[in-house]
Structure formats: structure tokens, C-alpha cells
């Protein structure tokens, strides 16, 4: 009785064994072979609530780790730049936008708000307070907070991004809120186990899932299209009377990308042409790379890789020279 008891611990401790070994490897095998897989997540410390009202914004002076990338931010609040703001620009730029202007998950100066500051040296000044996050209420808020502030801005630029419709309405069907494992689970499997986006990736298509959701928010009848555009009108009404000029550059997803859906934000392009807004569609110079997925993170399908930031700064370079 006594060996088939320690037959049977045998056997469950090397099967214990072997499925760990297992693990470990395809884990290690991950992270030599598709580098492009890195940590999720961004460290709290680099921003601080209420900034721009009830919106959160950037901690000045922190330094922290956003997707694996370290992210420093200026004294002033804003993504601070290898090539130092000059404060004797004669032009002042507000690079507005949500996680994708922030730039999560690459090298804070391969970002198109870095590269645009370059490129223009000391003839513009970059300011760019973008947040993970941020809708357009929160653009409102960060822009005539600045503008009560008496920050000198010349331009206004909003990087728009699909979900930014989401505006200061609840969206309870938002695919992130119909995970069902703990979120300290989540956020443990996001920074540690590249293994885990791997097998999202093969078995779950996110960048669908969400572009699916978030295109159906861009009918004129939904409430979020409702809510949006009339901020986006207060915010133009605003600005017009400033004498500021004010333009949306809408990024794509990668879904739309892979559809070739280029009527799917109709609505809203109709919406911004009516209310006087200028505007880009970067999706019609997106459409046009060989390989639509190098644009984007790994799994992604939102948030846009180091060749995707070069794309939006060649696009904005383009014409902001004009």
C-alpha cells in the first residue's frame, strides 16, 4: 500500500513537473522569438487626479514604466523630449490625445510627438499632455484649463481615436469590462507572462472585438455619437472665438484597416464637416502600408507600434509644413 501511494505522488509530482517545464519553456521560447511582445500596464505615479478639473493629467518631474518603456514628464506637465522644448519658439502646438498620442509601448522619443519636435527643432514648441484614458470631455477640460492658465497655445491638434466617442458617458458594454478574472490576476498575467498575450492573440481576437464595438458607437442615433459631437462643437465655438485654430486627426484601427472599411466613420466625418472642424482621416494614408499589422502593437489592433508613429509623424510633418 505504502509503494502504490508513493507511485502515485511520483507520478503527480513529475506530471506537476513536466506541465511547469512546459510552461517555462514556451514562456522563455516567447520572449526570444517574438520580441515584440512586452509588459502591459503603466505605473500610476505618472499621473496625478484632477488636473484639468475632474480630468487626471501628468505628475510633473515623474519618471515610470508604461508597456515596458520608461516615460519621463517635464516640469511643466507635459511628455518631456530628448531634444528640449524651446521656450523662445515662436509657435506653441497642443499635441492632444488618448493612449495612442501618450505613445504607450514605445520609446518615449520614437513617438510622433518626439519626432515632430525634432523635426521642427526650436521654430515650434511640442506640448503634449496626453493621458491613458482620455476621451473628448477630457480634452475639453485640458484645453481650457491650459487656455484659463494663460498657456500660450498657437494650435490646437487632437489625435482622435475610436473610443474617444466614449466621452464622460458610462459604457458598460466596453469589452475590458467583460473580463471575469480578478483585475490584480490580469494586471500579474499583463506584466510578467508574455505567454498569456501570445495565446490571446491566437485565440481571441481583440482588435475586432473592439473595433466591433466601437464602430457601432459611431451611428448618429447612439448617445455617444450624441454627446461627442456637442462637445466637439462647444470645444470648436471656444476656439473660434480665440482665434485658434483646431484640427482632428482621426487615427484607425486595425480592424477597419483589414475590413477596408473606409464608410465606417461616415457619420462622423459628416459631423465634423458640419460643425466646421478640420479634419484628417489618416486611415487613407494607413490603407496604403504593405503590412497593416507592423503599424500596431503586438495584438493590439489600437495602439500603434514604432512604425506606426513614424507613419502619423510623416502624415502630420506633411501638413504642418503646409
Known amino acids: 500500500m505504502g509503494s502504490s501511494l508513493k507511485k502515485v505522488v511520483f507520478v503527480v509530482l513529475f506530471n506537476l513537473f513536466a506541465i511547469l517545464f512546459l510552461l517555462v519553456s514556451i514562456?522563455?521560447?516567447v520572449r526570444i522569438f517574438i520580441p515584440e511582445i512586452g509588459p502591459l500596464g503603466t505605473d500610476a505615479e505618472l499621473f496625478i487626479p484632477n488636473r484639468f478639473e475632474n480630468s487626471r493629467g501628468l505628475n510633473p518631474n515623474a519618471e515610470g514604466?508604461?508597456?515596458?518603456?520608461?516615460?519621463?514628464?517635464?516640469?511643466k506637465g507635459f511628455w518631456?523630449?530628448?531634444?528640449?522644448?524651446?521656450?523662445?519658439?515662436p509657435q506653441t502646438i497642443l499635441l492632444l490625445g488618448d493612449s495612442v498620442t501618450m505613445g504607450i509601448g514605445v520609446e518615449q522619443n520614437l513617438t510622433f510627438g518626439a519626432l515632430l519636435q525634432d523635426y521642427f527643432d526650436d521654430s515650434i514648441t511640442i506640448l503634449n499632455p496626453s493621458v491613458i484614458g482620455y476621451s473628448v470631455a477630457d480634452y475639453r477640460n485640458v484645453i481650457k484649463t491650459l487656455l484659463d492658465e494663460n498657456k500660450p497655445l498657437d494650435e490646437i491638434h487632437i489625435v482622435w481615436c475610436l473610443n474617444d466617442i466614449y466621452a464622460d458617458l458610462s459604457v458598460e458594454t466596453a469589452p475590458?469590462?467583460?473580463?471575469?478574472l480578478g483585475r490584480e490576476l490580469i494586471r500579474f498575467l499583463h506584466r510578467n507572462v508574455y505567454m498569456y498575450q501570445w495565446l490571446k492573440n491566437i485565440f481571441a481576437n481583440r482588435p475586432a472585438v473592439y473595433y466591433n464595438h466601437d464602430i457601432q458607437m459611431y451611428d448618429q442615433n447612439s448617445p455617444w455619437f450624441a454627446r461627442s459631437t456637442y462637445i466637439l462643437l462647444d470645444l470648436n465655438k471656444y476656439l473660434t472665438e480665440l482665434e485658434i485654430p483646431f484640427k482632428v486627426w482621426i487615427s484607425p484601427y486595425l480592424e477597419q484597416l483589414l475590413l477596408e472599411d473606409e464608410e465606417g466613420l461616415a457619420d462622423f466625418i459628416w459631423a465634423l464637416d458640419t460643425i466646421g472642424i478640420h479634419h484628417l482621416n489618416m486611415y487613407n494614408y494607413f490603407i496604403e502600408a504593405e503590412d497593416h499589422r507592423q503599424l500596431y502593437l503586438f495584438g493590439d489592433g489600437i495602439h500603434l507600434s514604432k512604425n506606426g508613429h513614424a507613419k502619423v509623424y510623416e502624415i502630420m510633418k506633411k501638413h504642418l509644413q503646409n
Open 27 to 29: 514562456e522563455i521560447g
Open 65 to 75: 514604466i508604461s508597456y515596458g518603456k520608461i516615460k519621463t514628464v517635464d516640469t
Open 80 to 89: 518631456k523630449y530628448e531634444r528640449t522644448n524651446g521656450s523662445t519658439s
Open 176 to 180: 475590458d469590462g467583460q473580463i471575469q
